[in-house]
């Protein structure tokens, strides 16, 4: 990790993706449903929250490590599930899961990853997690358990915000299919784009290898992922031993509920703005679900964040760990694994520049308190008032 840094900004590394890829690819990465309003709006909550900055404290040293459930991390932040990353540059999957081990930060495994889920765990050992879609028919998504359960895995998420696949009008106009189907407009699109392409064509067209059986891929990108329904995780619940997390709540109803079944952790995300376009902010709902579960239920955050600062504002409103996606995907594809690491480590350093100037050592000390009294403050007033109504 030494060496003139690659990345020095998420918008460095955005606009670096964005030359390097080819248009379909960038905006796979890129798109959200709809007219991409949530997506946005998830972007611009975190510009209007203001933090408190302090003088005079002895911050030295800063504390970053983070306990959460039975681990415990050097950083408060980890990568969350992401379909398909080897479409961001060749080998994605094993830089992200090397990375992971490396900055000790959990590695959260999609269901739809262009690796294996066992080879996934070979690469990135004890802290990788493991992201359930249930797609399609519900057997197919036991046999994931089964296979995460052999493989080791001790953590496993379910995703419940996909009910379907939303509309996301940039992939339709660039007609992004998995399997791809290439046509006129797709060869342009690559031809454009050497570099990528043909070290795309060298490691083989990536493609989401759980589903692979026999000679071909059954992976339905569009097909139903509805049996992710309230009787389902009661039998996830008593079928899994080990820690298990619902990812994409945003409702303090659905979230009071799964905290009575059982689940160990709540992932609270409108799945980065890529679902419902009339979503709020899902930074918005984050202290609303923390009012209604208590401050002992662990909670997980992402959707819009880009930045140290926005980690540090997340956990200001609740959240015990957060999480990201999509900078992730750009870094890799900026500067490949280079881009991946100077990102994390960007992250760090941004993290400990802010707590400097909130006047915090330890990021486990990160609460409301740090938030400035005007609309942060505001804000969070407000949702806890709406709350005991």
Known sequence: MSGPKSIISFEDAKAKAKRKLPRMIFDFIEGSAGREIASNKNLQIF????????????????????????????????????????LAWP???KNLAEAAKKFNIPHCVSTAASSSLEDLKKWGEGQTWFQLYVNGPTEEAWNMVDRAEASGYKTLILTVDVPVVSRR??????????????GLKQLVDFALHPHWS?????????EPKNFRQGSK???DRNASRAGANWEFLVELRKKWQGNLIVKGVMDVVDAKRIQNAGIDAIWVSNHGGRQLDSSPPALLTLPKIRDSVGPNMPLIFDSGVRSGEDIVKALAFGANFVMLGRPIMMAIAASSEKGLNDYLLLLKEEIEVVMAQLGIKDSSKISGDALYTDISKKLQKEIHTENKL
Not at 169 to 179: E, M, S, T, Y
């Open 198 to 206: 043909l070290s795309t064509i060298i490691k083989g067209i990536p």
């Open 91 to 93: 080998d994605a999957d």
């Open 47 to 86: 510009n209007d929250i203001h933090l408190r900055s302090r003088v005079l404290a002895s911050v030295g040293n800063p504390k970053l490590n983070s306990k959460f459930l039975n681990y415990s991390f050097d950083l408060p932040f980890g990568i969350a599930p992401m379909g398909m990353c080897n």
């Open 217 to 219: 891929n059954n992976f």
């Open 169 to 182: 009008v940039r992939d339709l106009r660039n007609g992004f299919v998995v399997p791809f189907k290439i």
